[in-house]
């Protein structure tokens, strides 16, 4: 290593992580053209799949108005016979609260509100 300086190490240092720089700058902007032409590329599909996430959520909300009402309708059938004074299983009670929890939690209110004080207030319930 006779007649190398510490000016040509530095020199070739220099050299060196300009070229490095210089590969990254080009490997970033050969990415950002292929992530670009992929982008286009894609966006028919793109606009398929977000078209099908949308009908999949209003399916969704169809159906979960569609439950509430079923619930609801056997909340009302429910405490029908609660005031009739029909005999009800323990089971039977216990699923009436898993749909009466299910209702409230999911925003649930209105008359079976009031007609379950009537009938905690009679004692019926």
Same mark, same amino acid.
């Given at each position: 290593?006779?007649?190398?300086?510490?000016?040509?190490?530095?020199?070739?240092?220099?050299?060196?992580?300009?070229?490095?720089?210089?590969?990254?700058?080009?490997? &970033?902007?050969?990415?950002?053209?292929?992530?670009?032409?992929? !982008?286009?590329?894609?966006?028919?599909?793109?606009?398929?799949?977000?078209?099908? !996430?949308?009908?999949?959520?209003?399916?969704?909300?169809?159906?979960?108005?569609?439950?509430?009402?079923?619930?609801?309708?056997?909340?009302?059938?429910?405490?029908?016979?609660?005031?009739?004074?029909?005999?009800?299983?323990?089971?039977?009670?216990?699923?009436?609260?898993? !749909?009466?929890?299910?209702?409230?939690?999911?925003?649930? !209110?209105?008359?079976?509100?009031? &007609?379950?004080?009537?009938?905690?207030?009679?004692?019926?319930?």
């Amino acid at each position: 290593m006779d007649g190398v300086t510490i000016g040509q190490i530095g020199e070739w240092l220099l050299w060196a992580v300009g070229i490095g720089g210089a590969i990254a700058t080009v490997c &970033k902007f050969l990415t950002f053209a292929f992530q670009r032409t992929l !982008n286009k590329a894609l966006e028919p599909t793109n606009k398929k799949i977000d078209e099908i !996430n949308r009908k999949v959520d209003l399916l969704e909300a169809k159906h979960d108005e569609s439950e509430m009402g079923r619930i609801k309708d056997f909340l009302v059938e429910f405490l029908a016979r609660i005031e009739r004074g029909e005999p009800v299983d323990e089971e039977e009670l216990e699923r009436f609260w898993e !749909n009466y929890d299910f209702y409230n939690d999911h925003g649930g !209110n209105s008359y079976i509100h009031s &007609k379950m004080e009537k009938l905690k207030a009679r004692g019926k319930l």
